[in-house]
C-alpha cells in the first residue's frame, strides 16, 4: 500500500479506505472538529506521535481511536491498560492523523488563551488567571469560543445530562453537536464563563444573565450568557454577536434590486414609521442596523432604545432598556421626544402603549423604524389595527412594511445544476406572469429555466448548504391600500390588495433566489408558503368565495408533516397541498430512491386527503341553488394550487367508498405487512428521523378462526397504514417492537378489533 501511494496510484485516504474494507473497520476523515479536544490529556503526546494515532471521542468506557494499522493489537492493548478503557480502532491516513495531532497537542490549543482576552464583564486579565489545576477547563473553553466564532455560530449551548456533558452550536439556524467533553469538566466550564461574565458562581439555584467581550484575533466579540438551573446542573447559552460579521450594507443583504428600492424609499422619508417583521431569528436586528446605518452621518440625530443593544455603531445615540427599573421601550420612546431625534429606532413594539406614542412620534415629524413579530407584512397592518391603533393615524404615518425569513444558501463549492421539470415549476407556480414579475422574463423562459442543489463536500460538512440570506416581503402604501386600513380591511383582502399594487411575497422572493442558483427548491418549499393569490389586474373581476359560503366539509386528520383542520374550505386544502410538497421536498434527505418513494406515498396521500374532499366538495355544489356559482370558483381556486386539482382528479382513481365482506386478517397482511417498507420510509419521511426502521421487531396474532366482516377495504388501508406509521415514528431511532392483533371483540360474535401494540 505505501509502495502504491509513493509510486501515485493511491492517495492516503484511498489506501486507508482500502485498508478500512479489508479488515471490516470504520473509516473517519479527521478534520478538527471531529476530535475532542479533553482528549489531551488522555494519551501522551510522545505515543500518538511515535505510533501515529489519534483519540477521537470517549462514549462511556469506549475510546474510539483512529489508527494508520488497526491490527496493532500490542498497541490497543497497552493503550487499554494505560487508559482503563475499551479501544474501538478506527481507519484513517496518517497525515490526517498528523493533522489532527497537532491541533490537538501542538500551538493551536496553547495558544487560545493567548488569542482571547477579556476586554470587560469579568473585571480585567487578572481576574480570568486560574490555577495550575485548571488550565484544562480554561483551553476547552477558549477552544469552545474560538470554534465558534470562526465558524460563524450564532449561539452556544452547554447542557448538563445525567451521563454526559453536551455542547452543540446552532450554525445556520440549525443546532448541530459541537463536542461531549467529560461530564466532570461541567463544574470548572460553568464556572469559568461565571467569572468571565461577572455573574456569581455560588449562585446555582436562580437564572442569571451576564455579558463577555472579547478581543478574539483583532476582532471585537460581544457574549450575552445566560444561564439557568435543569434538573441535572445548570445550563449555559450564550449568544454570539460579532461586529466584524456585522452587514451594514442594506445590498448585502439579500434583496432583490427593484425590492431594494422600495424599501431604500420608505426608509429616506423624513417621518413616518418604517416596520421590519418576523419571527424570532429571521433576521430583524441586520435590517435594522443596516437601515440606520444607511441613515447615519453628521447632519442628523439618531436614538435607539435596545434590549439588549447588541452591536455598538459610531454616531448614533444607543440606549440599554432596563423594563426591571421602570425603562422600557415606551419610557425610552417618551424620553426620545425631548432629545430633539431625527431618527428614532425602536427594538420592538410589544404593547399598544409603544405603538401609540411610535405613531405619534411618526406623525410629529420624526421617522420611526421598528419591529414586530408577524408572520407576513399585510398581518402586521392588522394587528396593529387589532392592537387599538386608529385606522387614520396609521394609514397617514404607516411607510414601508417588510417582512423577511431567512433560507439556507447553496454551497459553493459543491453546488451542481439541475433542468426544472414541468410538474416542478407548476408546483411552485412558476409561469410567464410570474418570470416578468421576477424581472427575470427577459433572462429566463419555462424551458431553460434550472436550480441548484448542494452535493456535499468537507465546507459544508456534506450538507450541501452554507450561510443564510434573506428572502423579502415589502409592503408600499398606496392610496387603495389606505383605503382599505381606514375600512378596517382583513388580512386576507390587504393581502390581496398588496399583491395587486405590486408587492413580492416571500415565496416569490424565495423562488428568485432558486433560480439564481442562490438556494435550493427545497428551502423555498420549507420556509414559506405560497401567497395564495395572483398579482395580475386581470384577477379583480374573478368571483371572490365568500368565506360564509364556502362549502365545509370534515377532513379525517392524518400523522407528521401533514396536519389538517377538522372542518374547512378549498383555502384549507390548498394549505394542505403546500404541506405535502414541502413533505415531499424532504425525500432526498431519507431515501437513496426519493422517485419511487414520492410516487407511492403521493398517491396514496393525495387520493384520500386531496382528490377525496374536493370531489365532496363538488357533490354538495351541485345540491345547492348556488352550483352554478361555487363550481366555477372551486376550479379557479383549483388553478392557484401547488398542483393543478383537475390534472389530480383525472389520474387519481374513483375513491368512492364501497364495502365488502371479507377477511380482515387478509387486508392486514396486504396493507401492513406488504407494504411494511413503504411504512418505514414513510415514517422516516413525516418525522425526519432517519434511523426509524434499523432496530424494529414486528410480530403479529392474527387467528385464522375470526369471521368475516363488512369493511370498507380503502379506508381501512389509511386508518391502519397512519396507525402502524404513528407507532413506527412513537419508537423512533431507538427502535423496539411492534405486535399487530387482530381478535374477536370480547362479548361478541360478529365483530373484530384491529389493535398495534408498540414497546414505546
Known sequence: GAYLVKAGFLTNKQLSIGLSKQFNIPFVDLDESLVDPVLATLLPKKLCHEQILCP??????????????????????HIEMMTGMRVSPV???????????????????????????????????????????????????????TQAVNLNVSDIHIEIYEHELRIRFRLDGVMKLF????????????????????LDIAETRRPQDGRIKLNMQNRKIDLRVSCIPCVWGEKIVMRICDQGNLKVDLGDLGFEPFVLEKYMEGVRCSNGIVLVTGPTGSGKTTTLYSSIFLLNNPSINIMTAEDPVEYNLMGINQVQCHPDIGLDFSAALRSFLRQDPDVIMLGEIRDFETASIAIKAAMTGHLVIST??????????????????????????????????????????????????????????????????????????LDNITFKRGAGCPDCDNTGLKGRQGIYEVLTMTQKFRELIENRGNTEEMRRQALLDGMLSLRE??????????????EVFHTTIDSGGDSDEEDKDKPKMAEESSPVISIPKTVGAIQVSDGGSIGNLTREIHEFTSMLAKVSGVTDNPAAVTATISKELLKHHIAAPLEQIRAQAGKTEQSDKILPLIQAQGQKMDFNVKNLISHLADIKPKLAKMQL??????????????????????????????????????????P??????????????????????????????????????????NRVEFIIFDSG
Do not use: W
Request: contains cysteine.
Open 91 to 145: 481507519v484513517s491516513s496518517e497525515l490526517s492523523i498528523m493533522a489532527a495531532l497537532g491541533n490537538l497537542y501542538g500551538e493551536n490549543i496553547d495558544s487560545l488563551a493567548d488569542n482571547i482576552g477579556s476586554e470587560g464583564g469579568g473585571g480585567g486579565d487578572e481576574d480570568l488567571d486560574m490555577g495550575e489545576n485548571d488550565a484544562p477547563i480554561i483551553k476547552l473553553v477558549n477552544l469552545v469560543l
Open 372 to 445: 414586530l413579530h408577524t408572520n407576513d407584512a399585510p398581518a402586521t397592518v392588522a394587528r396593529l389595527l387589532n392592537m387599538g391603533i386608529e385606522p387614520f393615524s396609521l394609514s397617514t404615518s404607516l411607510r414601508i412594511v417588510q417582512a423577511q425569513r431567512l433560507v439556507k444558501k447553496i454551497c459553493k463549492t459543491c453546488a451542481v445544476e439541475y433542468k426544472a421539470d414541468k410538474d416542478l415549476l407548476m408546483s411552485l407556480g412558476i409561469d410567464q406572469r410570474m418570470l416578468k414579475k421576477l424581472h427575470l422574463a427577459e433572462k429566463h423562459t
Open 665 to 706: 386478517n387478509q387486508l392486514v397482511e396486504k396493507e401492513i405487512f406488504a407494504g411494511l417498507k413503504n411504512h418505514v420510509v414513510t415514517a422516516r419521511l413525516l418525522s425526519g428521523i432517519k434511523e426509524i426502521g434499523k432496530n424494529l421487531k414486528v410480530s403479529k396474532s392474527l387467528p385464522a378462526d375470526l
Open 56 to 77: 477521537v471521542k470517549r462514549e462511556n468506557n469506549k475510546l474510539v481511536l483512529a489508527m494508520t494499522d488497526p491490527t496493532d493489537i500490542i498497541t490497543i492493548d
Open 708 to 749: 368475516q366482516v363488512q369493511i370498507d377495504p380503502e379506508s381501512f388501508a389509511t386508518i391502519a397504514a397512519n396507525i402502524f406509521i404513528n407507532a413506527l415514528i412513537g419508537l423512533g431511532s431507538k427502535g423496539g417492537e411492534i405486535k399487530v392483533v387482530t381478535r374477536l371483540k370480547p362479548k361478541t360474535t
Open 179 to 198: 463536542m461531549t467533553p467529560a461530564r466532570a469538566a461541567h463544574a470548572g466550564v460553568v464556572s469559568r464563563i461565571k467569572v468571565m461574565a461577572n
Open 509 to 522: 422572493s424565495a423562488i428568485y433566489k432558486a433560480i439564481n442558483g442562490v438556494t435550493t427548491v427545497a
